[in-house]
């Protein structure tokens, strides 16, 4: 009997082991390229680097099971998330669509935005849409295509600021917080109030939802929220204090690509953890997350200003002449703002049959002000962010499979 637990017991702890996230990997291979990583390696604290690395393995059923490697990952290290947080907005929008069926409403439905509180802008049209009408369709196709800032605010005026962080904690994802819209210095009591909206199927109206109000604070344990030595006010005027972010977004590197997993593969979650999507609009999400800004009519886009791997900073970093491999569709969520780069991905290579997901961080702020618009994007976090993807992809074109993966529905029509 002794003898069988203790086989027992040496059984649990190699799986336990097998399961522990790996460590030593990433900064091994980084390590080993000095050229692309030295200079982060030797400042990865002061950069803020954070690497989720993890393999895709299928079994014969071509279910995946995933390996994960870590580098410097802290989920209590805040950094700012930025447009990052626009996927969870994008299935939770889709998630409260289904939820509202029997109403009539659905994606395409036109949304008709109003305002109840001081600061609160109104949305009627949306010229860039086929129809000329705003819809939760139209809006998603903006985010994942060029991360448009008011169509994010949108989707989290129709969420609503509560039933967006009852999602994250519903989803596990127990680090994170979504407290107001972007780009439009929203904050403090104006960020707890959400517009009132309708929606329309042609004239016919088929819901309406009324002004919102979300008083809670969703307080997290959360080291880092106040950096550098100086900022610049809504005046442009330098105030010698560290730059607090402890009342904005936070989305940690895990939590992401936990989000990312379950999006791309439901399958490997129990039924009662997936998220309340329908097959439609997982095609929809995987269209627009791994289309170019250059493949797209409606919007269309000025190719100078939006290239085609404008939003694919892990591989691609953002140089405008990168021409785009065939091959390859990188399903993913870029964010950038105050120095910080972010991208959390699923990455498809069709020919060699090769995917995994990828999600990174990386900051340069050299002057350790905030808000001046001097940061080292072009020096610094680009290569990083390119350097990283492309070492992964290398590594994962020489990884041997038992099994080869079936990628056959992440192939898009991006006609």
């Not at 080993?32 to 954070?50: C, M, R, T």
């Not at 995994?356 to 976090?381: H, M």
Request: aromatic content about 14%.
């Amino acid at each position: 009997m002794r003898s069988i637990l203790f086989s027992w017991l040496c059984l649990f702890s190699l799986s336990a082991m097998a399961q522990k996230t790996d460590t030593v990997f990433l900064q091994k291979l980084m390590e080993s390229k000095p050229e692309w990583f030295g200079n982060i390696l030797n400042k990865a604290d002061k950069n803020q680097v954070q690497i989720l690395y993890t393999q895709v393995n299928r079994d014969a059923g071509n279910k995946p099971r995933f390996k994960t490697f870590s580098y410097n990952l802290n989920p209590h290290h805040y950094f700012y998330p930025a447009s990052t947080v626009k996927l969870a907005a994008v299935i939770f929008a889709l998630e409260k669509v289904n939820r509202l069926k029997s109403t009539g409403l659905d994606a395409q439905s036109t949304m008709i935005t109003d305002s109840a509180y001081a600061g609160q802008t109104k949305v009627l049209k949306d010229e860039t849409a086929e129809n000329a009408l705003p819809s939760i369709e139209h809006y998603i196709k903006k985010i994942l295509l060029t991360s448009d800032n008011d169509a994010f605010n949108r989707l989290f005026e129709f969420i609503g600021r509560a039933e967006i962080n009852q999602k994250l904690k519903k989803n596990g994802l127990n680090n994170s917080r979504i407290l107001n819209r972007l780009a439009i210095g929203d904050s403090g009591e104006p960020a707890k109030h959400t517009n009132p909206i309708r929606f329309y199927n042609g004239d016919q109206l088929v819901y309406s939802q009324p002004a919102q109000y979300d008083p809670k604070e969703y307080e997290l344990n959360l080291t880092n929220t106040s950096m550098g030595k100086g900022y610049l006010d809504s005046a442009d005027k330098l105030v010698n204090k560290p730059f607090t972010l402890i009342n904005k977004n936070a989305f940690p590197v895990n939590d992401q690509q936990k989000l990312m997993q379950k999006l791309i593969f439901p399958e490997a979650f129990p039924k009662n953890e997936r998220y309340n999507l329908t097959p439609q609009d997982y095609k929809l999400i995987y269209t627009y997350m791994s289309k170019y800004p250059t493949e797209s009519n409606y919007p269309k886009y000025d190719p100078k200003e939006f290239w085609a791997t404008y939003a694919k900073m892990l591989y691609y970093g953002r140089e405008k002449d990168a021409m785009p491999d065939p091959n390859i569709r990188i399903f993913n969520k870029y964010g950038d703002s105050y120095g910080f780069i972010i991208d959390n991905s699923y990455f498809v290579d069709f020919k060699n049959e090769i995917e995994y997901f990828l999600t990174a961080v990386v900051q340069s702020n050299e002057d350790g002000i905030y808000n001046d618009n001097k940061y080292e994007y072009e020096t610094v976090c680009y290569p990083f962010m390119k350097n990283l993807g492309q070492a992964i992809y290398e590594y994962e074109k020489n990884r041997s499979k038992k099994i080869k993966p079936d990628l056959t529905k992440f192939k898009m029509n991006y006609k």
